[in-house]
C-alpha cells in the first residue's frame, strides 16, 4: 500500500478523527504455497512495471503466474484465519476489501521520513545548556558524554549527534474507517510513518472496533435513493405551483 495526504473525518457522535489516506491496488499472487490448515504463504507484487525491465527469472516467474506486466516490489505475506478460506492462487489478484473491513484494528508499518544529519536537540529532543555564565555558544550541546577514570569510555548506544529518520516503525492499534474499491482507497484514524507515496505494511490484529462515520461531514459519497417515477414526480411539481399560486 502506498501513503497519501492526511485529512480528518466526523463520527455520527460528532468526534473529530485525524485520517490517513492509503492506496491500496490490487496485489498480484504470483505464487502460493500452504503453511498449514490456517496459514497460507503469498508471495505478492506490488505496483507495476515493464516485464522486460525486470532479471530473467522474475520474468519466467511471473508469466507463469499469468501476468503480462510485471512489479515494482514482491514481497512475502502471510494471511492468517478466515481469509485463508477465500481463493488466493496464482494468477490471482486481492483487493484491500479482501481481507480488511471497516472497524478492523491493524498495525501498520513503514519507513520513517529521512533528516539528514541532526543534532542531538532535534534527534532525542535535549534541552541543551543554559545561555548563561559566558556559554553562549552551547545552548543546542550535548554537554557531558561520559565518565571520567571509570568507565573512561563512552557507553555504546549513547544519545548523540548522527543520521535521523529512515527507520522501519510501527504504529499500532489504527483502525479502519472506510474501503472504497473503486478508487482502491483506505482510510485510517491516526498519522502512520514515513513521506507521501511510500510504501507501508498493514497487518490485521484480529480486533475491531465499532465505527460509524458521518458520511456528509465526512465528505464520503452517498449512494443514491431510488428515483421517483416520472408521473409521480411530474404531479408532484404541479401541486407545488398550484400551492404556490394560491399562496400568491
Known amino acids: ?19 490517513t489516506r492509503v492506496y491500496a491496488p490490487d496485489l498480484m499472487v504470483i505464487t502460493q504455497k500452504t503453511i498449514d490448515q490456517n496459514r497460507l504463504m503469498l508471495e505478492v507484487g506490488f505496483g507495476k512495471k515493464k516485464l522486460k525491465n525486470m532479471t530473467k527469472p522474475l520474468q519466467k ?44 484494528v491493524v498495525d501498520v508499518q513503514g519507513t520513517s521520513k529521512g533528516r539528514g544529519f541532526a543534532g542531538a536537540v532535534k534527534r532525542y529532543g535535549f534541552h541543551g545548556g543554559p545561555k548563561t555564565h559566558g556559554q553562549s555558544d552551547r545552548t543546542r550541546a550535548v554537554g557531558s558524554i561520559a565518565a571520567g577514570t571509570s568507565p573512561g569510555h563512552v557507553w555504546k548506544g549513547k544519545r548523540m549527534p548522527g543520521h535521523y529518520g529512515i527507520e522501519t516503525m510501527t504504529i499500532r492499534g489504527l483502525v479502519v474507517l472506510y474501503i472504497n474499491p473503486e478508487t482502491h482507497q483506505v482510510w485510517l484514524n491516526g498519522p502512520v510513518p514515513g513521506s507521501i507515496n511510500s510504501v507501508l505494511r498493514i497487518r490485521t490484529t484480529g480486533q475491531t472496533k465499532k465505527v460509524e462515520l458521518d458520511p456528509v461531514a465526512s465528505g464520503l459519497p452517498i449512494a443514491k435513493e431510488t428515483e421517483m417515477p416520472l408521473e409521480a414526480a411530474t404531479s408532484d411539481v404541479k401541486n407545488k405551483s398550484e400551492k404556490r399560486r394560491k399562496i400568491g
Do not use: N, P, Y
Open 1 to 19: 500500500m502506498t501513503k497519501r495526504e492526511m485529512c480528518q473525518a466526523w463520527t455520527k457522535q460528532g468526534q473529530r478523527l485525524a485520517v
Open 61 to 104: 516467474q511471473i508469466k507463469g503466474s499469468g501476468f503480462s506486466v510485471g512489479a515494482r516490489k514482491i514481497k512475502g505475506i502471510t494471511i492468517e484465519g478466515e481469509s485463508t478460506d477465500k481463493v488466493f492462487s496464482a494468477g490471482s489478484s486481492i483487493l484491500a476489501s479482501d481481507v480488511l473491513s471497516v472497524g478492523d
